[in-house]
């Protein structure tokens, strides 16, 4: 079993659709949680960052973690052609765990129709 | 504040032809990174410097060397290159190990 798994899509929605994108995971020592963006021929950006369970907003965006189900999501309210990229969930165990670096998944490729 | 700077941006080399790529930050980061990207393989971590002086190996460091050559700058060397090593090159850092990391904007190279 793969430490992430994250969909690769492609995802097709219209112009002011709620997205929703997820990855789930295996290793429990997982604690930090982050979503880049990626537009074509780009290098990641960071979007979201979370630490644990919970939710955590920033504007359209909001990232969800359910560390019970190994599960989290970040959902797009709103969406914008602009929001058409690459979607890459990430996460690390932190400096309580042996894997402290990022292990990310391989992304979700989402468009937005006008 | 340029964040990471990456050269160069493209490169194409012949099989066997050795070149360094390089990157910097001006975020006063401890740790940088290394990684490739290739299709339908995601990123995948090619070396690592925790902080000033110390190098590690990531999941596909075969055929790379690093240098951190001081806090900002951080190299990565490919001594004999193959076709295998065509791939995108993305430079990351971090304020710690730990912490979300930061990247530049990549160097498409291709071996021929």
């Known amino acids: 079993q793969k430490e992430v798994e994250q969909d690769p899509g492609p995802l097709s929605v219209p112009e002011g659709a709620i997205v929703s994108l997820n990855c789930t995971y295996s290793n429990s020592a997982f604690q930090y949680f982050m979503w880049y963006r990626q537009y074509s021929r780009k290098g990641p950006e960071l979007l979201m960052y979370t630490y644990s369970s919970g939710n955590k907003e920033d504007g359209r965006f909001t990232a969800q973690v359910d560390k019970s189900s190994k599960y989290i999501s970040l959902f797009i309210r709103d969406s914008q052609p602009s929001d058409s990229a690459t979607y890459l969930c990430?996460?690390?165990?932190?400096?309580?765990?042996?894997?402290?670096?990022?292990?990310f998944g391989k992304g979700t490729l989402l468009t937005v129709n006008p | 504040n340029a964040g990471v700077t990456q050269t160069p941006k493209f490169q194409v080399l012949k099989t066997g032809q050795s070149m360094t790529l390089q990157c910097a930050q001006d975020?006063?980061?401890?740790?940088m990174y290394w990684y490739r990207q290739d299709p339908g393989m995601g990123l995948r971590l090619i070396y690592y410097?925790?902080?000033?002086?110390?190098?590690d190996k990531g999941e596909v460091p075969n055929g790379y060397n690093v240098s951190r050559l001081n806090k900002r700058e951080f190299s990565l060397r490919l001594e004999s290159a193959a076709p295998s090593q065509t791939s995108v090159y993305f430079c990351?850092?971090?304020?710690?190990?730990?912490?979300?990391?930061?990247f530049g904007p990549g160097t498409r190279l291709t071996v021929l």
């Open positions: 990351a850092s971090s304020w710690t190990e730990y912490n979300e990391q930061f």
């Open positions: 975020m006063n980061h401890n740790s």
């Open positions: 990430a996460m690390s165990a932190g400096s309580g765990g042996s894997n402290y670096k990022l292990t």
């Open positions: 410097s925790a902080s000033e002086g110390t190098t």
